[in-house]
Structures are given as structure tokens and as C-alpha cells.
């Protein structure tokens, strides 16, 4: 049987304006990924992922289509919302990782875990900030600052920010691109396991064919082709 | 190929280009508005000295001086007996009633040295027997005029012959003479003068040891021109205040040149990984920020011109202001937006390079400018020269601990609570030492400025204030036309509404050869109490004021001959604003006997439980008199004194603004460089109030640890003011308040100007080096 949608793309379509020329990045792109579910994005570089993923975390507005998010009591359509309420859904219900930059400096490891529950004023959740940086390895460095951290622990508290409020959606673009061979794994079983045991939906983009196939699902992206070609 | 892309670069980041552009030309305004508001006041006290006069540097006096002393002096100097004197020559100098006008005639060898006057009359009616006078007495004489000179209101100029029939001397009368004395640092002076005008008063005056007979006095330009001297002195306050404003202007242009190549250096960075030499990124660079340099000093002399024009305007209303920007200032504008930009930009590249190196060199560096700024605090000797210098080196010293605090800041950064939000601006404030500490001295450097003015002048004010109320004890004071002051001094008829009559008269005496004021008034405990003395002061005392005691090197209890007559020094009181060192004593005393026929009556004073009706008794009775009342008085005299120290204001908020701009540009730079820290926050959903409330705590991280350091330099400065720069410029010493107001006012103006630089978002928006993608 099949999983319902958590996450609907519906023939979206963006582009670029340099002067007089138009980039179409994305084309007509349609997919959906269940609750639990992961889908990780390949292409080469220009094709789109992190346009795809930045479409997804509500950072850029759509030219055409839309996407739809299940939350807990609504449906979220990305079309119709407005900057803000785009802000307030990436705040409560997005997680994201970055390749590289993803901590605030100015913050030590266990504050940059705890931000995007004092960001929703979720004290609840605060405790569990250093429960699941021990379980990621991190227990003896809650007080360090970013700067001191290698870059696998860097991803890997990375990750705990993201799934710290169990949000629906959890976006990873390029996560192990910046990491060796070991930590890359690591980080990846991190966070495919942990979405999976959440239930969270899992948007990853790479180009790693060894983490891209610990998805459930594959989809290459390719501005050369035509949008019928892309393959899911 | 390479310009082109910097080009490019540079027009896809406008806001910044721009910003760039006005922080320096708003540099350059400070440095060219504070040089021509200087320039303009350091004209009008240069206009105290009749024109003859401007070439002496010294004079000689003795009693009964007459021509065969001069020429017996002459001799002597031809002789070679007097090898520093380069030139001496005889003058007349005499105020006189002609006409009815009050004329100060001088005479001079004018076949020696014919005057220069702006209007000739005829070139044909050019008479030894005439006299070149300035505008007010143009018509007013009978006299034949040559022409009109630049003089000070009332001065007639003629030959000394022509001198003595005006005046009725003898013929081989004398004044004085004139020395033109050899002076090794006269250039370097003048020099200095030139590009910081009021500057040179701040230079040591040694008196020449020239061998001469005791009985000759030698006083300088200074000493024979007390208010010429004192203007001097308040403009060299104002342009010790301006140098602080050029170091922050220097600053904010360093600044701006840093903040530029941050821009650049990821380009340039590139480029080089492609081959491009160091060297000549490092000309492309140059050249780039030199031409914004010239264009921001273009700008900046325009905007200072219009400035200073104002402040002026501000200062000394309905005077008429012509203002020049001549070749100093523009010397000035140029080589500051210039040279700055350009030697601190090379050595930001060179630094760019360099791998973080010990800090030894700049340790040692502070420790030896605080160690001479010590030294010369506490060495009188250096004079004015000497308390500036303190201020500079301190101030160097002071932006040198900013790096090496933020960097010992950042290690308590985990100590900072609160909200996450306001955690990360405040802690980004301390992040950045490389990047942010030059804007942080800047502003750090006008905070203190602020607090030291500001405690100066708070000070200075109680102190005033004091003196008003000790000397404004009297509840109404006439003074005014001679006849009626005499009619009243002399009233048999009781002034039924007066507790107390005090008639004061006055002279001008020669003490040492010095010009001071003589008061003889009745000295009892009460009126000796409006000088701080406790006592009825004794006949054979007498009290000066803080100018004559410096003027005449003695204190209390050292003696003084005055016209024969031998005193005792029993006190030295407050004279803030006195042009001629003062002398007071009793109209009882022998040397009131002594000088009796030439002491006039200057004022008659009372006390009284109803001023306004006893004012308005005498209004009736001496309608020639002018009435003040004590209230009155007060409130002039305060008024006076806020609109003296306006200008102070205006420079100090000029300073906080360019330190603020200069905050500004460091943090914009810094944003563009760390874009990814601000949209990770974006990503992780921050709103834009929350980001203004991050922008507020950054401001405010800024500002708090500019104050860190402004505020012991503010307080440091305010000491220096009050007990070494005002000491020696003025002569008076004042008591430094740590007044709380001036604190808190100086640091809230300081901490909004670095808040505000923290939350203005104009380039936020821009893109880094190499775009979003």
C-alpha cells in the first residue's frame, strides 16, 4: 500500500534573470515523498539542486507550480503563502543542513542546537538538545564554540539542530560533500536513520552516488534534458 | 581585463561603493571645517596686533624710556652685543582722547617701514605729517589720512613724530622698542601653524637671554597682548579638539581603505591562483581606492567649506565670515584622504598576507607612548605642546588595546546571556578583531573625546558658576558714563533702599613692565570674601588674580613693589575671562594714596532686600547710569559662557558621527564577507524584527566595548584639560567634577551613534565577491 504524500511538488518551474538572458534551472519538476521517506537529488552542478532545495525550504518564491507540506493539522501550500508565513513554516517545521557554515559562530555547540527551539519558544525540547548531541558523540563538547570542532562534528551537530523539533520536512544539501570518506558515512547514517525512525521526509542533495543510494528514492536532475527525461 | 572585473565588482556593489565614497568625504569635511573654523578665529586674534607691530616678537620696556636709551641700545646691538636680535626699532603707544574719540596712537619709524594699507586715499597726498587709521576712524579726524589699514578698532598709525605732537610728549618719548628675535623653530612654527592653525600657541616659549641692564623688561607678544593671548589659547583648546576629530576622521579613511580591499580580497585572492602577481593587484587596488581617495576630498572640501561657514555663522552671529580654502587646506583635505588611504591601504594589503605575527612591536610602541605621555604631563616645561601630546599618545595607545581586548573579550563570550538572538549580535561585536577593531577605536577615540570635552567644560562651569556666586554678591551694579558714577559716589543723599555701597575704582599699571589692572575698592571681610579671602585684607596686602601671579612668577606670600609701594601677596583668586592680569587692594592702602589722581571710579555696587526698586530709584536720579542686576548678570554671563563652548558641541557631534560612519562601514564589510552566518540564520527561519533585534545587540556589543576603553580615556583627557592644558594656556587651574551628567551623556550619544551603525541594513542586500550562487 501505498505511504500518502507528506511532501507533493507539482510542476513547479523556476528561473534566473542575468540581464537580458533567462536561465530555466527548473522546469515542470514534479515528485512527492512520503512521511518517513528519502529522496536524494544528483545532477551536475548547475542542474538545480540547491535551487530545488532552497524552492522546498520556502527561500525562493515559485515561477510556476506548487508545493504542498502535510502538517500536523493542515496542508501548507508554498504558492499562495508570503515571505513571512514562509519564515514561520521554515522556523517550526523545516530542518536544514548545509554543506559547510551551518553553525552560528557566536554560539557554542549546545546554543546552536537549542536555537530553533528558543526560536519557537519550545523550552520542552531544550533538555533534549544534549541528550541527542551525546547520542551523535558530542557529549563533551556542549560548551565548545564552532570554530574548535572538526568538520564531521561540525555535520553532525548540524544535524541535531535539524531534527531537534522533529519537524516534517528535513532538507540536506551537499551534507557530507565537505567531509572524508569516514565521517561521510557517519553523518550520513545519522541522518538517514534518524529520519526514518522520526518520520520525517528527507530532501538530500548530492553528489555522492554512495550516499544518494541510501535514499528510498533517486531523482537526477538535468538541465540538458527534458522535463518527461528526468527520472524518479 | 583585471580592471574590468574589479570595475564590474564595484558597480554590482553600489551601496557599499558609495558608502565608502561619503565616509571618507565625510572625513575630510571634519578635517576641513574644524582647520577653517580654526583658521578664521586664529585670523581674528592675529587682528589684535596692529600691522607694524606683526614682525616683533618681543619688546623692551623700562621707565622713562627715551630716545637716547634706544639709540645707547642700538649701538650695542650694531655692535654685536646683541647677536639673537635681528631687528629692533623704536614705537610710541599711547590710548588718547582726539576729537572726542578714543584713539590708540601708535607711532613707528615709518621711513623704516612704511605701512601697508588696503585703501590709499591719494597716492599724492601721502604726508609724513598724516596718519593711516583703520575703518572706525575714517571721517572722524581732522587729521591729514593716508590711507586705512587693518587694525583693531580705534588705532591710529602715524610717524613717531606725529605721534608725539597728537599725543603732547616730549620728543624723545618712547613706549617701547620692538625686537624681531632669531628663532631657530620659527619655521617649524609657522609651518605647524600653517596646517593646524591655533597650534602654534601650543609651543614652549622660552624668554631669550639677552645681556641687558636690569632695569630693561622683556615681555613677549603674548605677555604685552594678554587677550590676543587668551583668544589664542581657547582656539589652541579647540584645536586640540580638532586634532582628536582629524585622528578619528584618519581612522574612519583607514578604515574605508580596510574595508575596501575586505571587498577585493576574495578577487584578488583568485586572480592570484591565476597567475597574477601580488604587486599588481596591489596597484590595481591603490589605484582604485586613490581615486576614491581624490574624489571624497573633492567632495569633503565642498561639504567642510559649507560647514565651517556655518558653525561660524553659529558662533559669532552677524559677523561677517570669508572663508578661503586655500592652499593648506586643500594640502590638508588631500594628503589626509590620500596619503591615509593610501599608506594604510598598502599596509593592509602587506598585512593581508602576513600570516599573525607576535605583538611585541606594538606593545613596546604603547608602552613608550604612554610612558611619554606620562612625562610630559608632569614636566610643565613642555607647555602646551607638551598636554597635546599626552592627548595624541594616549589616544594612539588607547586604539592599540582595542584588538587585544576583544581578542581577551571573546574568551569570555560564553558569559554572555540573555536571548540566543542577542547573544549572537552581541558576541558577533567581539568576533571580528581584525575586521572591526579600527572602527571600534574610532568611535572609542570621539566617545572620550566627548566625556573629556564635555567633563572640561561641566567642570569649568561649576567653577564659573562658584566665581558668580562669590563675586555677584551684590545685588545691583551701576556702571557707565564717568560724571554720573562720580555724581553717585559722591551722593550726599542717603540711598535709603541700599544695605551696602561699594564704589570700585580701577587703573592700568605697569608692574615689571607688564600691563595690568589696579582695583582699589574698601576691602572689608565681606567684599575680601568674593576673592576667597577670609579676612579684611591689611593695607600693605594685595590680592592678584591667577594670570598675574603666573605673569609675575610669585604666590602667596612673596612681595611685589608697584609704583614705589612694597605689597605683600596675601591671595590668588579665579579671573576666568579677565583680559589683563588684575590686582586688588584697599583704598586704603599706600599705594592707593600713591596712584590716587589716576584711578577712576569703574563701578558702584549694592546690596539691597529690594533691587528693583532701588534700580529704579537711580534710573531716575542718574539716568546716565547703567543698571545691572545681580539676576541679570548671571544669566548673561552663563548664556556667555554655553554659547563659547557651542562649537565644542558641534565638533564632538561631528566626531561621533564620522566614528559612527566609520562603525558603519566596518560592519557592513563585515556582513558582506560572512553572508553565509546571516543566512543560515534566514534558513533556520529568523525574522526580520528578530534580525533588527540581533543588528540592536551588535550595536550595542560595539558601543559597550568602545566605552570599555573611552571611558578611563574620556575621564584621562578631562584631567589632562582641567589640570594641564588650562593651567598652562590660561593660567587658572579648575577642579575636575566627575560629573555623572556628562559621563552618561557623552557615552549614551556614543553608544546610539554605534547602535545606530549596527542596524542601518542600506547594504545588506548587496551581494559578496562572487554573488549568492
Same mark, same amino acid.
Given at each position: 500500500?501505498?505511504?500518502?504524500?507528506?511532501?507533493?511538488?507539482?510542476?513547479?518551474?523556476?528561473?534566473?534573470?542575468?540581464?537580458?538572458?533567462?536561465?530555466?534551472?527548473?522546469?515542470?519538476?514534479?515528485?512527492?515523498?512520503?512521511?518517513?521517506?528519502?529522496?536524494?537529488?544528483?545532477?551536475?552542478?548547475?542542474?538545480?539542486?540547491?535551487?530545488?532545495?532552497?524552492?522546498?525550504?520556502?527561500?525562493?518564491?515559485?515561477?510556476?507550480?506548487?508545493?504542498?507540506?502535510?502538517?500536523?493539522?493542515?496542508?501548507?501550500?508554498?504558492?499562495?503563502?508570503?515571505?513571512?508565513?514562509?519564515?514561520?513554516?521554515?522556523?517550526?517545521?523545516?530542518?536544514?543542513?548545509?554543506?559547510?557554515?551551518?553553525?552560528?559562530?557566536?554560539?557554542?555547540?549546545?546554543?546552536?542546537?537549542?536555537?530553533?527551539?528558543?526560536?519557537?519558544?519550545?523550552?520542552?525540547?531544550?533538555?533534549?538538545?544534549?541528550?541527542?548531541?551525546?547520542?551523535?558523540?558530542?557529549?563533551?563538547?556542549?560548551?565548545?564554540?564552532?570554530?574548535?570542532?572538526?568538520?564531521?562534528?561540525?555535520?553532525?551537530?548540524?544535524?541535531?539542530?535539524?531534527?531537534?523539533?522533529?519537524?516534517?520536512?528535513?532538507?540536506?544539501?551537499?551534507?557530507?560533500?565537505?567531509?572524508?570518506?569516514?565521517?561521510?558515512?557517519?553523518?550520513?547514517?545519522?541522518?538517514?536513520?534518524?529520519?526514518?525512525?522520526?518520520?520525517?521526509?528527507?530532501?538530500?542533495?548530492?553528489?555522492?552516488?554512495?550516499?544518494?543510494?541510501?535514499?528510498?528514492?533517486?531523482?537526477?536532475?538535468?538541465?540538458?534534458?527534458?522535463?518527461?527525461?528526468?527520472?524518479? | 581585463?583585471?580592471?574590468?572585473?574589479?570595475?564590474?565588482?564595484?558597480?554590482?556593489?553600489?551601496?557599499?561603493?558609495?558608502?565608502?565614497?561619503?565616509?571618507?568625504?565625510?572625513?575630510?569635511?571634519?578635517?576641513?571645517?574644524?582647520?577653517?573654523?580654526?583658521?578664521?578665529?586664529?585670523?581674528?586674534?592675529?587682528?589684535?596686533?596692529?600691522?607694524?607691530?606683526?614682525?616683533?616678537?618681543?619688546?623692551?620696556?623700562?621707565?622713562?624710556?627715551?630716545?637716547?636709551?634706544?639709540?645707547?641700545?642700538?649701538?650695542?646691538?650694531?655692535?654685536?652685543?646683541?647677536?639673537?636680535?635681528?631687528?629692533?626699532?623704536?614705537?610710541?603707544?599711547?590710548?588718547?582722547?582726539?576729537?572726542?574719540?578714543?584713539?590708540?596712537?601708535?607711532?613707528?619709524?615709518?621711513?623704516?617701514?612704511?605701512?601697508?594699507?588696503?585703501?590709499?586715499?591719494?597716492?599724492?597726498?601721502?604726508?609724513?605729517?598724516?596718519?593711516?587709521?583703520?575703518?572706525?576712524?575714517?571721517?572722524?579726524?581732522?587729521?591729514?589720512?593716508?590711507?586705512?589699514?587693518?587694525?583693531?578698532?580705534?588705532?591710529?598709525?602715524?610717524?613717531?613724530?606725529?605721534?608725539?605732537?597728537?599725543?603732547?610728549?616730549?620728543?624723545?618719548?618712547?613706549?617701547?622698542?620692538?625686537?624681531?628675535?632669531?628663532?631657530?623653530? *620659527?619655521?617649524?612654527?609657522?609651518? =605647524?601653524?600653517? #596646517? +593646524?592653525? /591655533?597650534?602654534? $600657541?601650543?609651543?614652549? @616659549?622660552?624668554?631669550?637671554?639677552?645681556?641687558?641692564?636690569?632695569?630693561?623688561?622683556?615681555?613677549?607678544?603674548?605677555?604685552?597682548?594678554?587677550?590676543?593671548?587668551?583668544?589664542?589659547?581657547?582656539?589652541?583648546?579647540?584645536?586640540?579638539?580638532?586634532?582628536?576629530?582629524?585622528?578619528?576622521?584618519?581612522?574612519?579613511?583607514?578604515?574605508?581603505?580596510?574595508?575596501?580591499?575586505?571587498?577585493?580580497?576574495?578577487?584578488?585572492?583568485?586572480?592570484?591562483?591565476?597567475?597574477?602577481?601580488?604587486?599588481?593587484?596591489?596597484?590595481?587596488?591603490?589605484?582604485?581606492?586613490?581615486?576614491?581617495?581624490?574624489?571624497?576630498?573633492?567632495?569633503?572640501?565642498?561639504?567642510?567649506?559649507?560647514?565651517?561657514?556655518?558653525?561660524?555663522?553659529?558662533?559669532?552671529?552677524?559677523?561677517?565670515?570669508?572663508?578661503?580654502?586655500?592652499?593648506?587646506?586643500?594640502?590638508? *583635505?588631500?594628503?589626509?584622504?590620500? =596619503?591615509?588611504? #593610501? +599608506?594604510? /591601504?598598502?599596509? $593592509?594589503?602587506?598585512? @593581508?598576507?602576513?600570516?599573525?605575527?607576535?605583538?611585541?612591536?606594538?606593545?613596546?610602541?604603547?608602552?613608550?607612548?604612554?610612558?611619554?605621555?606620562?612625562?610630559?604631563?608632569?614636566?610643565?616645561?613642555?607647555?602646551?605642546?607638551?598636554?597635546?601630546?599626552?592627548?595624541?599618545?594616549?589616544?594612539?595607545?588607547?586604539?592599540?588595546?582595542?584588538?587585544?581586548?576583544?581578542?581577551?573579550?571573546?574568551?569570555?563570550?560564553?558569559?554572555?546571556?540573555?536571548?540566543?538572538?542577542?547573544?549572537?549580535?552581541?558576541?558577533?561585536?567581539?568576533?571580528?578583531?581584525?575586521?572591526?577593531?579600527?572602527?571600534?577605536?574610532?568611535?572609542?577615540?570621539?566617545?572620550?573625546?566627548?566625556?573629556?570635552?564635555?567633563?572640561?567644560?561641566?567642570?569649568?562651569?561649576?567653577?564659573?558658576?562658584?566665581?558668580?556666586?562669590?563675586?555677584?554678591?551684590?545685588?545691583?551694579?551701576?556702571?557707565?558714563?564717568?560724571?554720573?558714577?562720580?555724581?553717585?559716589?559722591?551722593?550726599?543723599?542717603?540711598?535709603?533702599?541700599? @544695605?551696602?555701597?561699594?564704589?570700585?575704582?580701577?587703573?592700568?599699571?605697569?608692574?615689571?613692565?607688564?600691563?595690568?589692572?589696579?582695583?582699589?575698592?574698601?576691602?572689608?571681610?565681606?567684599?575680601?570674601?568674593?576673592?576667597?579671602?577670609?579676612?579684611?585684607?591689611?593695607?600693605?596686602?594685595?590680592?592678584?588674580?591667577?594670570?598675574?601671579?603666573?605673569?609675575?612668577?610669585?604666590?602667596?606670600?612673596?612681595?611685589?613693589?608697584?609704583?614705589?609701594?612694597?605689597?605683600?601677596?596675601?591671595?590668588?583668586?579665579?579671573?576666568?575671562?579677565?583680559?589683563?592680569?588684575?590686582?586688588?587692594?584697599?583704598?586704603?592702602?599706600?599705594?592707593?594714596?600713591?596712584?590716587?589722581?589716576?584711578?577712576?571710579?569703574?563701578?558702584?555696587?549694592?546690596?539691597?532686600?529690594?533691587?528693583?526698586?532701588?534700580?529704579?530709584?537711580?534710573?531716575?536720579?542718574?539716568?546716565?547710569?547703567?543698571?545691572?542686576?545681580?539676576?541679570?548678570?548671571?544669566?548673561?554671563?552663563?548664556?556667555?559662557?554655553?554659547?563659547?563652548?557651542?562649537?565644542?558641541?558641534?565638533?564632538?557631534?561631528?566626531?561621533?558621527?564620522?566614528?559612527?560612519?566609520?562603525?558603519?562601514?566596518?560592519?557592513?564589510?563585515?556582513?558582506?564577507?560572512?553572508?553565509?552566518?546571516?543566512?543560515?540564520?534566514?534558513?533556520?527561519?529568523?525574522?526580520?524584527?528578530?534580525?533588527?533585534?540581533?543588528?540592536?545587540?551588535?550595536?550595542?556589543?560595539?558601543?559597550?566595548?568602545?566605552?570599555?576603553?573611552?571611558?578611563?580615556?574620556?575621564?584621562?583627557?578631562?584631567?589632562?584639560?582641567?589640570?594641564?592644558?588650562?593651567?598652562?594656556?590660561?593660567?587658572?587651574?579648575?577642579?575636575?567634577?566627575?560629573?555623572?551628567?556628562?559621563?552618561?551623556?557623552?557615552?549614551?550619544?556614543?553608544?546610539?551613534?554605534?547602535?545606530?551603525?549596527?542596524?542601518?541594513?542600506?547594504?545588506?542586500?548587496?551581494?559578496?565577491?562572487?554573488?549568492?550562487?
Amino acid at each position: 500500500m501505498t505511504k500518502p504524500a507528506a511532501l507533493s511538488v507539482k510542476k513547479i518551474s523556476k528561473h534566473y534573470q542575468d540581464g537580458s538572458r533567462q536561465i530555466d534551472v527548473i522546469t515542470d519538476l514534479s515528485f512527492s515523498v512520503a512521511a518517513g521517506e528519502s529522496v536524494s537529488v544528483t545532477g551536475p552542478s548547475g542542474s538545480g539542486k540547491s535551487t530545488l532545495l532552497n524552492l522546498l525550504a520556502g527561500l525562493l518564491e515559485l515561477d510556476n507550480g506548487d508545493i504542498t507540506l502535510q502538517l500536523k493539522d493542515k496542508t501548507f501550500s508554498y504558492r499562495t503563502a508570503n515571505e513571512r508565513s514562509r519564515t514561520a513554516l521554515r522556523r517550526q517545521h523545516i530542518g536544514y543542513v548545509y554543506q559547510f557554515f551551518n553553525l552560528v559562530p557566536t554560539l557554542t555547540v549546545l546554543e546552536n542546537v537549542r536555537l530553533p527551539a528558543r526560536l519557537n519558544r519550545r523550552r520542552d525540547l531544550e533538555s533534549h538538545a544534549s541528550t541527542l548531541l551525546a547520542e551523535f558523540g558530542l557529549g563533551d563538547r556542549l560548551h565548545d564554540f564552532p570554530d574548535v570542532l572538526s568538520g564531521g562534528e561540525q555535520q553532525r551537530v548540524a544535524v541535531a539542530r535539524a531534527l531537534l523539533l522533529k519537524p516534517p520536512l528535513l532538507l540536506a544539501d551537499e551534507p557530507t560533500g565537505n567531509l572524508d570518506a569516514e565521517n561521510s558515512k557517519h553523518v550520513a547514517d545519522l541522518l538517514f536513520s534518524s529520519c526514518r525512525e522520526q518520520n520525517i521526509s528527507l530532501v538530500l542533495a548530492t553528489h555522492s552516488t554512495d550516499v544518494a543510494a541510501m535514499a528510498d528514492t533517486r531523482l537526477h536532475l538535468d538541465s540538458r534534458l527534458t522535463p518527461d527525461k528526468k527520472s524518479l | 581585463m583585471i580592471a574590468l572585473a574589479l570595475l564590474r565588482f564595484l558597480a554590482r556593489t553600489p551601496w557599499s561603493t558609495a558608502m565608502a565614497l561619503i565616509g571618507m568625504a565625510l572625513g575630510v569635511t571634519s578635517i576641513v571645517s574644524v582647520h577653517l573654523v580654526s583658521s578664521s578665529v586664529s585670523s581674528r586674534l592675529d587682528g589684535l596686533v596692529p600691522g607694524p607691530l606683526a614682525e616683533y616678537s618681543h619688546y623692551l620696556h623700562r621707565d622713562k624710556l627715551n630716545s637716547a636709551a634706544y639709540f645707547t641700545l642700538r649701538r650695542s646691538w650694531r655692535a654685536g652685543a646683541l647677536p639673537a636680535v635681528k631687528q629692533l626699532s623704536p614705537f610710541v603707544d599711547e590710548t588718547t582722547t582726539l576729537e572726542g574719540q578714543s584713539v590708540r596712537v601708535l607711532g613707528a619709524d615709518l621711513l623704516a617701514n612704511p605701512p601697508s594699507a588696503s585703501t590709499n586715499t591719494a597716492a599724492e597726498q601721502f604726508s609724513m605729517n598724516g596718519a593711516w587709521v583703520d575703518q572706525s576712524l575714517e571721517g572722524q579726524l581732522s587729521i591729514p589720512v593716508n590711507g586705512i589699514i587693518d587694525a583693531p578698532k580705534g588705532t591710529l598709525l602715524a610717524d613717531i613724530a606725529t605721534a608725539h605732537d597728537l599725543l603732547g610728549w616730549r620728543a624723545d618719548q618712547l613706549s617701547y622698542i620692538g625686537l624681531a628675535l632669531s628663532d631657530p623653530f *620659527a619655521g617649524t612654527i609657522e609651518t =605647524a601653524e600653517k #596646517l +593646524l592653525p /591655533g597650534f602654534g $600657541a601650543g609651543f614652549p @616659549s622660552a624668554k631669550p637671554n639677552l645681556d641687558l641692564s636690569p632695569d630693561w623688561q622683556l615681555v613677549s607678544t603674548a605677555e604685552q597682548y594678554p587677550a590676543r593671548e587668551f583668544g589664542k589659547s581657547i582656539l589652541f583648546n579647540i584645536s586640540a579638539l580638532g586634532m582628536l576629530a582629524l585622528l578619528v576622521a584618519w581612522l574612519l579613511i583607514y578604515q574605508v581603505a580596510v574595508s575596501w580591499l575586505r571587498r577585493l580580497w576574495p578577487v584578488f585572492d583568485r586572480l592570484h591562483v591565476l597567475g597574477v602577481e601580488w604587486q599588481q593587484l596591489r596597484l590595481y587596488f591603490l589605484f582604485s581606492i586613490g581615486l576614491v581617495a581624490t574624489l571624497a576630498a573633492a567632495l569633503g572640501l565642498v561639504a567642510g567649506w559649507w560647514l565651517a561657514r556655518w558653525l561660524l555663522e553659529m558662533a559669532v552671529p552677524g559677523q561677517e565670515i570669508n572663508l578661503k580654502l586655500d592652499s593648506w587646506v586643500v594640502f590638508k *583635505a588631500v594628503g589626509s584622504a590620500v =596619503a591615509v588611504c #593610501l +599608506l594604510g /591601504g598598502a599596509w $593592509a594589503f602587506h598585512q @593581508s598576507q602576513q600570516t599573525p605575527g607576535r605583538r611585541s612591536l606594538l606593545v613596546i610602541i604603547t608602552l613608550v607612548l604612554l610612558g611619554g605621555a606620562t612625562w610630559c604631563v608632569f614636566q610643565p616645561q613642555t607647555g602646551l605642546a607638551g598636554g597635546f601630546f599626552a592627548i595624541a599618545a594616549l589616544s594612539l595607545a588607547a586604539s592599540q588595546m582595542i584588538a587585544p581586548l576583544l581578542i581577551q573579550l571573546k574568551q569570555w563570550a560564553s558569559m554572555i546571556g540573555g536571548s540566543y538572538l542577542l547573544r549572537i549580535g552581541a558576541r558577533e561585536a567581539l568576533w571580528h578583531p581584525g575586521e572591526l577593531s579600527v572602527a571600534i577605536a574610532g568611535l572609542s577615540l570621539a566617545i572620550a573625546t566627548a566625556i573629556g570635552v564635555a567633563l572640561m567644560v561641566d567642570s569649568f562651569r561649576v567653577d564659573f558658576s562658584q566665581m558668580l556666586d562669590h563675586r555677584l554678591k551684590y545685588d545691583l551694579i551701576a556702571q557707565g558714563d564717568a560724571t554720573a558714577l562720580n555724581e553717585l559716589a559722591h551722593t550726599n543723599e542717603p540711598l535709603t533702599l541700599a @544695605s551696602r555701597v561699594q564704589v570700585y575704582r580701577n587703573t592700568d599699571i605697569r608692574v615689571n613692565g607688564l600691563s595690568m589692572e589696579l582695583n582699589t575698592t574698601r576691602m572689608d571681610a565681606f567684599e575680601s570674601s568674593r576673592y576667597g579671602y577670609g579676612a579684611s585684607l591689611a593695607t600693605n596686602n594685595i590680592l592678584l588674580s591667577e594670570q598675574a601671579g603666573k605673569a609675575l612668577r610669585l604666590s602667596v606670600g612673596d612681595t611685589l613693589a608697584v609704583s614705589g609701594e612694597t605689597m605683600t601677596v596675601s591671595g590668588l583668586f579665579s579671573a576666568f575671562g579677565d583680559l589683563k592680569p588684575r590686582l586688588i587692594v584697599d583704598q586704603g592702602s599706600p599705594l592707593a594714596a600713591t596712584i590716587a589722581t589716576e584711578l577712576q571710579i569703574d563701578s558702584v555696587a549694592f546690596t539691597s532686600d529690594q533691587p528693583d526698586a532701588l534700580a529704579a530709584s537711580l534710573r531716575e536720579q542718574f539716568p546716565a547710569l547703567e543698571l545691572r542686576l545681580q539676576s541679570d548678570i548671571r544669566r548673561v554671563a552663563l548664556k556667555t559662557f554655553d554659547q563659547t563652548f557651542a562649537i565644542t558641541t558641534v565638533l564632538i557631534t561631528i566626531a561621533l558621527l564620522v566614528a559612527a560612519i566609520s562603525v558603519y562601514i566596518a560592519v557592513t564589510t563585515m556582513r558582506l564577507n560572512r553572508q553565509t552566518g546571516r543566512q543560515l540564520l534566514n534558513t533556520l527561519g529568523v525574522n526580520r524584527a528578530e534580525q533588527l533585534l540581533m543588528n540592536i545587540a551588535l550595536g550595542t556589543g560595539l558601543g559597550l566595548v568602545a566605552i570599555i576603553i573611552a571611558l578611563p580615556l574620556g575621564i584621562l583627557f578631562g584631567w589632562i584639560l582641567c589640570n594641564v592644558i588650562n593651567p598652562r594656556a590660561f593660567g587658572w587651574t579648575i577642579e575636575l567634577q566627575l560629573s555623572a551628567e556628562a559621563l552618561l551623556r557623552s557615552c549614551t550619544w556614543g553608544m546610539l551613534a554605534a547602535i545606530a551603525a549596527g542596524i542601518l541594513q542600506g547594504g545588506g542586500r548587496e551581494e559578496g565577491a562572487f554573488g549568492e550562487r
